[in-house]
């Protein structure tokens, strides 16, 4: 059995993660009025792909030379799904066996789902149950998984920034079922607009949070998140709307040979005030992972990661037949 410590750095920072080598990648015009940290761009489509592309594997090999456990799925962009490389809305693992599938907002979202992703985790790791939320876009109920939720895993809680991403309704059933609190705020950006994902201005790690306070409306609300992050014995510390521009909250804690780490952009880590990076690094090491024309699509290094919070079958190496 694991210590307790290291159960409890697991269950807040996978050691293994899954994650999808886009091969067609380009800003999604489906999501472009509702995703306010999208960037159009009038570089070619062929040019941004190879740069992607090439992002993607310098990633990973960053990743994989931390001790992280890195399983690489290819799109080869056959499906026009062009935010594949952002698997985390579409599908989370939890501790006990259980697998959650989302729905999704955009029509070439959901197309993203993968049976073979499904299958490689059933096959590696002791998978009790697969809940498939994704027949809920019929009704238009979205849920777009650890987008939408920024989840504590050791609290229980969901927190949620209100949006058209993540459905009140499907949010009462993922908690109801994976045994979960929800914390809904409403959250704007320094224009104004809706924030469309909870996870670009949050992370949640296992002894430090990252969060863009000054984006929650309501100041009680804003006392409560931090109150119950503090619970847990977290140093939460405060991004500004520049650092939350800057995907600063957009950030993973996971868990390499060397211990724990924060994964995040080089543009996050350059956002970073000096007083909030040297607070941060005073907790665990960072990794800036340079990924500018992936963020072009209003998503950085947490939407690239979907952590797995499941137990392996067997302690042999896992693969999944590409390890580029």
Request: proline residues 6%; negative net charge.
């Amino acid at each position: 059995m694991l210590p307790n410590t290291l159960r409890r750095n697991l269950m807040q920072a996978p050691d293994t993660v899954v994650m999808i080598r886009p091969h067609a990648f380009h800003p999604n015009p489906e999501t472009l009025a509702d995703n306010g940290f999208q960037r159009p761009t009038d570089i070619g489509r062929d040019t941004v792909a190879a740069r992607a592309l090439a992002e993607f594997d310098t990633a990973v090999g960053q990743l994989r030379d931390s001790g992280v456990d890195v399983n690489v799925f290819d799109d080869d962009g056959s499906r026009d799904t062009p935010d594949s490389v952002f698997p985390n809305n579409w599908f989370s693992t939890h501790t006990g066996g259980h697998v959650a599938i989302y729905p999704m907002h955009a029509p070439s979202r959901r197309r993203e789902r993968r049976t073979d992703v499904i299958e490689f985790l059933k096959r590696n790791f002791r998978v009790q149950e697969v809940i498939d939320y994704s027949g809920l876009e019929e009704d238009g109920l979205i849920l777009e998984g650890t987008g939408a939720m920024v989840l504590d895993h050791i609290g229980r809680l969901a927190f949620v920034a209100r949006s058209n991403r993540a459905n009140p309704i499907a949010l009462e059933r993922f908690c109801t079922n994976f045994g979960y609190e929800p914390m809904v705020f409403e959250a704007r950006d320094s224009a104004g607009r809706e924030i469309y994902h909870t996870n670009v201005l949050m992370c949640v790690g296992t002894e430090v949070a990252l969060v863009g306070l000054d984006t929650v409306v309501n100041p009680d609300r804003r006392s409560e998140i931090v109150e119950r992050l503090e619970e847990s014995g977290r140093d939460v510390i405060a991004l500004s709307q520049a650092e939350i521009a800057g995907f600063a909250g957009n950030a993973i804690e996971l868990t390499g040979k060397d211990g724990r780490f924060l994964a995040l952009s080089r543009t996050a880590h350059d956002s970073l005030s000096p007083p909030n990076r040297a607070r941060l690094q005073s907790t665990l090491p960072l990794l800036p992972l340079n990924v500018p024309t992936i963020e072009l699509a209003g998503g950085s290094v947490r939407c690239m990661i979907a952590g797995i919070h499941l137990t392996p079958r067997t302690a042999t190496t896992i693969t999944t037949g590409d390890r580029k």
